[in-house]
């Protein structure tokens, strides 16, 4: 899965289940992560998004986001 760097935070295709690919942003803010995910479930943080989350500090793109 490739987890790109936007404006905002990060941006990424996950293979679903239901549907070939599930879109999910996270949204970094200074004190928290936010995400967003186009997936039947209802519930912020569902398994593409913690997918994406993980990858994202696996690629310590937290750090890049802020320059850290």
């Not at 004190?31 to 990858?55: F, G, R, Y």
């Amino acid at each position: 899965q490739s987890v790109a760097l936007t404006d905002s935070g990060v941006h990424s295709q996950v293979k679903g289940s239901f549907k070939e690919a599930y879109s999910v942003d996270l949204f970094f803010d200074a004190d928290h992560v936010s995400a967003n995910c186009d997936c039947p479930l209802e519930e912020e943080w569902c398994k593409h998004a913690i997918a994406v989350a993980l990858k994202s500090v696996d690629d310590h793109l937290w750090e890049r986001y802020w320059r850290l």
